[in-house]
Every structure is written in C-alpha cells, then in structure tokens.
C-alpha cells in the first residue's frame, strides 16, 4: 500500500545507480546507507556530540587548493573540485568523534591518515589498498577506484534505470 501511494505521487522506494551516486556529505540519505555499510558503529550514542561523523577522506581545505586556470584571466585561479565532487559518496567515509575530532584525522590527507591502517580498517571503509592512490594528485584515480569497491560492496542494492 505505501509502496503504490508512492508511486502515485511520482516518487520512486528504488535505488537506481544514478540515485545512489547522488548521496554524499550533505545529503539526506547518506546516514541511511552508513547504518548499512558501518553495521558495527553505534549510531546512538548517549550524548549527541559522540555521533559519529561523516568525514572527507580526501579534506575540503586540501581539494580546494587545487586549481585550474582560468578561461577568462589565464590566471589558475579556479577551483579543479567543485563542491559536488569533494562531497561525493567515493569521497566519504563515517569516523566517530574520537577519529574525527580534535587531535583526530581533521585535515588530514588520506596519504598521512591511512599510513598506519591495517587491512581490516582500509577494508572496512572501502578503501583502496594501494597507496599511490591516496596522494593529493591522484585523487581521481582514487575516486574512480573506490566507487568500484562501493559498487561491489552495494551494487545488490541498486535497480537499473528504466
């Protein structure tokens, strides 16, 4: 019954590929994915600042220091990332507040965070395992590898387009 009102009102309960590329740092529905993909965190904690936080594996401060130059001055004054690929799933990862927090990864590039992470961490995020991939200056490489291992790790979850 709710699946057919839904329906009825244009809106869809699938999960097409499209759909779930659109969720990341920000949006609605990436929380909903992490209780899947962090089966283990506690996602409710007694105080709600020790919530675990939705952090940037590759930090903002870092991606927006890469530019490109500009069309107009000739001048490499424009950003390379944009928002909407520094907040993006591949570029996500859940930390809880310790992690995160002061003294934690914060700013952190991924070639400095993950340098001491066993398998079982790396694998638990879905990250790559190979550390070339986790420079400044490969981060699309980065990206195009961990949407894969996303895709393997959820890809029964999502419908084709139709």
Known sequence: MLARRV??????????????????????????????????????????????????????????????????????????????????????????????GAGGKSDTPPSVWFQDKDKAYLDKHLIPADPALWELERFEDFITARRQLIREKFGQLMVSAK
């Open 7 to 100: 329906r009825s009102q244009g809106r869809s309960l699938e999960l097409t590929e499209d759909r779930f590329w659109q969720m990341g740092y920000g949006s609605d529905t990436i929380h909903l994915l992490f209780n899947l993909w962090y089966r283990d965190f506690n996602h409710t904690p007694a105080y709600d600042n020790n919530l675990p936080q939705v952090d940037h594996i590759f930090p903002q401060s870092l991606l927006r220091k890469v530019k490109v130059e500009n069309p107009k001055t000739g001048r490499k004054d424009s950003l390379r990332y944009h928002d909407a690929v520094r907040n993006q799933l591949a570029n996500c990862m859940l930390l809880s507040r310790e992690e995160n």
